[in-house]
């Protein structure tokens, strides 16, 4: 075959499979683990116990007593070295009473969640929730993402605050922890990103001035 056409074709099967490498994906993930737990009042920082049944995805700060919920996600399905380009974590919250200021913290998860989660301060996001049922939430978690799949993290752990405290809470909020309407994670990425990427994309163009010149 003559070299140039040879280079050529080269150069168009590289930048294609560099194209086809470098379009964006996006997975929607489930949580893997979920806890509630309360700090029994007087609140001190330390969690003392879960909550479970019905109780799973209460928040409630009352300024006596502190009731977070915490849940992870496994990162597993990301490829190595994919570059996140957007992640969203999506929630339903109810919150009779209202308004309730919400934080959303995000720490490195190991698959199970439990009391030590619940403390764990990493804050994402605040909002002003309620009063109202069914409220669909879509957080902005980019830059945490991002940082975790870096650093080679194996799940992505959030816990849900009420911060500051409300004086009386006669109707607890919750998140909607089961059914379709459940926290899902989702993340937006390119599977082989940068350094690879422009590595394939330059031996494309290196290809294609060989063909020039050829
Ligand atoms: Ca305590
Ligand atoms: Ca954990």
């Known amino acids: 075959m003559n070299p140039r056409v040879y280079s050529l074709l080269i150069s168009a099967f590289v930048l294609a499979s560099w194209s086809t490498m ?17 700090d029994e009042g007087p ?20 300024g006596f007593v502190n009731i977070r919920t915490a849940f992870e996600f496994s990162l597993a399905t990301l490829p190595d070295g994919a570059a996140v380009q ?15 200021q919400i934080e959303f913290h995000g720490y490195e998860g190991d698959g199970v969640a439990g009391l030590d989660d619940m403390a764990m301060d990493g804050l994402i996001d605040s909002v002003s929730l309620g009063p109202g049922f069914g409220i669909a939430l879509a957080i902005d978690v980019t830059a945490y993402i991002d940082a975790l799949v870096n650093s080679g993290a194996g799940f992505a752990g959030f816990n849900v605050r009420e911060e500051p405290a409300n004086a009386a809470s006669f109707v607890i909020a919750d998140i909607v922890m089961q059914g ?3 926290p899902e994670l989702s993340v937006t990425f390119v ?11 330059g031996l494309g163009l290196i290809g294609l ?5 050829g």
Not at 191 to 201: E, S, T, V
Request: zero cysteines; a negative charge; hydrophobic letters at 45%.
């Open 191 to 201: 599977p082989l990103p940068g350094a690879f990427g422009l590595m394939l994309g």
């Open 43 to 62: 609140q001190d920082g330390t969690f003392d116990a879960e909550l479970g049944g019905d109780s799973l995805g209460q928040v409630d700060n009352n």
């Open 22 to 38: 470098v379009s964006a994906a996006t997975i929607d993930l489930a949580y893997v683990a979920a806890a509630t737990a309360i």
């Open 209 to 213: 001035r060989r063909a020039r010149q």
């Open 86 to 100: 957007s992640a969203t974590l999506s929630l339903v919250m109810n919150a009779g009473e209202g308004p309730r």
């Open 180 to 182: 379709g309407a459940r």
